[in-house]
């Protein structure tokens, strides 16, 4: 089949959503052949859309600026997420500091336990 010279422009169609919604099927199955796009409208307000999975599918080459502003939301989130967790990292081994401090392993069984659960997420400190 030849290609025409020029790309023809997809076909678009607009229908109110109450016949949309009785020709529901019959649009679905032209946007996947035909690449025709519907607007559903409702009071002469476009309202949704029914168009060809291609059209709606991110183009890869093309960065979308809305996701792009999503991810600087996210990354700043992680930046303050990770300082915080420094913050506590800091304040848990004062604690532990001033609790060895206090009760030296070995004087105290209820903190010798406290010692053995805690010491895949205790940072050794200078006695261990």
Do not use: C, Y
Request: net charge positive; aromatic share 4%.
């Amino acid at each position: 089949m030849a290609e025409p010279a020029t790309p023809l422009p997809h076909p678009r169609l607009e229908l109110s959503l109450v016949e949309a919604r009785t020709r529901f099927v019959q649009l679905a199955r032209l946007a996947g052949l035909t690449n025709q796009t519907t607007v559903v409208t409702e009071d002469g307000r476009p309202l949704a859309a029914i168009a060809p999975i291609g059209a709606i599918r991110p183009d890869p080459e093309r960065p979308n600026p809305a996701a792009a502003g999503w991810i600087r939301r996210i990354d700043k989130l992680r930046a303050e997420f990770r300082r915080q967790h420094v913050g506590l990292e800091q304040a848990l081994e004062d604690a532990w500091r001033e609790l060895d401090r206090m009760s030296p392993p070995g004087t105290d069984k209820q903190v010798d336990a406290l010692r053995t659960a805690h010491a895949d997420i205790r940072r050794p400190g200078p006695t261990g």
